[in-house]
């Protein structure tokens, strides 16, 4: 998914975060990255480079650009950073929440959740990932996206980051993919189309004593051109930018067994606007 369009976002505060600048889990030493690391080929959570060149090349004239002529609203507005109060949804389908309002406040709750499911480690996995396309995306992106999708998570891709062709780790390994959102805003909305993008923190990598690659975190901006269609909004098309990223704090590195208990104790949100 190609680097969106660069829109300007309402000012936010920071937030203070450290990245280990050594492998801090204490096993094998890092050895020297070769050219094709599996950390070069990856940037967005869960999200392979590969990928992103099979969507850009899936998407070109799908007719959904970001210049809708039926949009009433052209530019992002500032929107307040607290709840609205409103619950998004009642109801889940494979894990996934589903049933969202025909509003703009439906639809960034829609675009929020469906960045945490493509972002999370479902997507390793050829049949998870396939439930995901169908489920999320319109019936005729599904349709366009499928083999471009299968063939970028490939045999030899997932061996890069350390999975086996199933998209399971090693024994004693946590992989960890996951899309934290921190906010959104509407850029262009009517009753049947709505395109928001997604501020979010990403966390991926390996969390094991012999891991090379430890989990790292990574800020984007996930743009997602929606479509209601059949009683919910469907993606149509979306894209992805680097940042806006805060300032690095001076938080201690976790260790490997820090990272493991707490992606098996922590579970994820149903998000709301």
Do not use: C
């Amino acid at each position: 998914m190609n680097p969106g369009d660069e829109q300007t976002y309402a000012d936010t505060g920071h937030t203070r975060t450290r990245l280990p600048d050594s492998d801090p889990y204490g096993g094998a030493p890092r050895r020297t990255p070769p050219r094709s690391s599996p950390r070069s080929l990856v940037t967005v959570v869960g999200v392979a480079v590969l990928l992103i060149a099979a969507i850009a090349f899936a998407n070109r004239g799908d007719g959904s650009s970001s210049d809708r002529s039926s949009a009433k609203n052209d530019k992002p507005t500032t929107a307040p950073t607290a709840a609205s109060g409103t619950r998004p949804v009642d109801t889940k389908s494979s894990g996934v929440p589903t049933g969202f309002t025909q509003t703009q406040q439906g639809a960034q709750s829609a675009a929020s959740n469906y960045a945490v499911a493509l972002g999370s480690t479902d997507m390793f996995n050829k049949d998870s990932r396939n439930a995901l396309l169908h489920l999320l995306y319109t019936p005729e992106a599904a349709t366009r996206l499928g083999g471009p999708m299968n063939q970028a998570y490939s045999a030899d891709f997932l061996a890069k980051m350390g999975l086996d062709t199933a998209g399971n780790p090693p024994k004693g390994s946590t992989f960890v993919s996951r899309v934290v959102p921190v906010g959104t805003t509407v850029l262009q909305y009517t009753d049947n189309d709505a395109k928001v993008a997604v501020w979010y923190l990403g966390l991926i990598g390996m969390a094991g004593t012999a891991s090379t690659d430890p989990v790292t975190s990574s800020w984007k901006t996930w743009t997602f051109d929606l479509r209601w269609s059949d009683g919910d909004w469907k993606i149509v098309s979306d894209t992805q930018r680097d940042g806006p990223a805060p300032v690095p704090g001076d938080d201690k590195a976790a260790t490997s067994d820090e990272i493991s208990k707490a992606i098996e104790e922590y579970g994820g949100f149903t998000y709301a606007r």
